[in-house]
């Protein structure tokens, strides 16, 4: 049986997946990423993944130093403004509308926002700038032998590789955690999201805005203008047969149910993709390492779409991995190594995951009562400006 040697073994192809080849392979690390899908780059194509990621501040470092930030830069949509707008009265119109503005803790924007598809594109051409990054598009993980000194990966195409770390980036239901037995919690909602991009009338001016009214949050995400219109992404998360409805509408019917639901902050919503339907749910691994394994991203953790949380866990992830991988690169994966990982990752994302669980239920609230109890949460966080700030911080990834 012939076996090829690398660094660093990365089971998915995904965002978190691109983005971890990319930072060890500009480190110095001999990598390999695997990926049962090839990545779709291109919107119009079949399977293209039309959400859109929004990169908050911390994550630039990272991606500048995997060389990924100067591809990304010239697409990027700033995100200045987080506007919360509760409609949860008798009629779906604002009344309570607060803005979070980045210049009360910086001079940056929060972050800046991408589309899913447009990330891979870039992603995957940094890679192939790099010679000591494999990218075995179309190949997945099969199975895994660990020992004390390395890890044995075989793969779909029944190649052997040993590897001194091994990387779980592979989703929510990765088979690399389930390999090693790593079991993990899952909590349902009851919902879906609809994710979809708009063109409206009035410009967004790099407000990203949450309208609150039941079944969840309505999110409008700044994108680059299209076809000359202001345009945004739009995650609605709501009730899973009704996302699936609302899938299934006629697009003039989908835009007017849309519309209203948005409670008109941009005035009438025009449909410039395709809709797509997404289960929420939320899911902590019982620990992020096993024996020559790390897990990272969905394979560690999953939280609702609120607060752009999620893909930045996962870059703190890596760039908590990374920075012990780089601290003593001879001890590459080793016990040591990875028991440091968890211990500094594992706690942070569960408390994070904690968080974002409350603020999902609040935003599902339904009742008359809890609707304006939330209302009344949004007018005196905003009152108190030292809280105030110090969420948004804690929102960029500050420690609480």
Not at 12 to 24: K, Q, T
Not at 121 to 150: D, H, Q
Not at 158 to 165: D, P, S, T
Not at 331 to 342: H, I, P, V
Request: with cysteine; net charge positive; proline share 6%.
């Amino acid at each position: 049986m012939s076996i090829s040697t690398t660094d660093i073994v990365i089971s998915g192809g995904g965002v978190a997946g691109l983005s971890a080849a990319a930072a060890f392979g500009s480190a110095g690390f001999d990598v390999v990423i695997v990926d049962p899908a090839p990545p779709v780059t291109d919107a119009q194509a079949e399977g293209a993944d039309l959400r859109t990621t929004a990169f908050l501040q911390p994550a630039r470092a990272f991606l500048d130093a995997a060389g990924l930030w100067s591809r990304l830069a010239p697409h990027a949509s700033a995100l200045q403004v987080m506007r919360i707008v509760d409609a949860g009265g008798a009629e779906a119109a604002p009344r309570v509308t607060r803005d979070f503005n980045a210049e009360d803790i910086s001079s940056a924007p929060f972050g800046w926002n991408f589309p899913n598809w447009l990330l891979r594109r870039e992603m995957v051409a940094r890679l192939s700038e790099l010679p000591n990054v494999r990218f075995l598009s179309g190949t997945g993980f099969s199975g895994i032998l660990t020992r004390e000194r390395e890890a044995r990966v075989t793969l779909s195409d029944g190649q052997h590789i040993a590897a001194r770390l091994v990387i779980g980036a592979d989703g929510r239901n990765s088979p690399l955690r389930q390999a090693v037995g790593i079991a993990a919690k899952t909590t349902r909602y009851g919902q879906k999201a609809v994710t979809f991009a708009v063109t409206h009338d009035a410009p967004h001016e790099n407000v990203s805005t949450e309208v609150h009214r039941t079944g969840g949050p309505f999110t409008l995400v700044p994108l680059p203008d299209h076809e000359g219109k202001p345009c945004s992404a739009v995650v609605w998360m709501t009730h899973g047969p009704d996302a699936q409805r609302l899938a299934n509408l006629s697009e003039a019917a989908f835009e007017d149910e849309a519309t209203e639901r948005s409670a008109g902050v941009y005035g009438p919503l025009k449909l410039a993709s395709k809709r797509l339907v997404w289960p929420i749910i939320s899911q902590l691994a019982d620990k992020m390492i096993a024996e020559r394994v790390a897990l990272v991203a969905e394979a560690a953790h999953v939280v609702p779409p609120i607060g752009a949380q999620g893909l930045n866990m996962s870059l703190a992830d890596l760039s908590c991995l990374l920075d012990l991988a780089k601290a003593r690169p001879q001890d590459l994966g080793d016990r040591k190594m990875l028991e440091a990982y968890n211990r500094r990752r594992h706690p942070e994302v569960m408390l994070r995951v904690r968080g974002v669980d409350a603020l999902n239920r609040a935003s599902i609230a339904g009742s008359p009562l809890l609707r304006d109890l939330r209302a009344k949460g949004i007018e005196a966080l905003y009152k108190l400006t030292p809280l105030r700030r110090g969420l948004m911080r804690l929102g960029l990834g500050a420690r609480s």
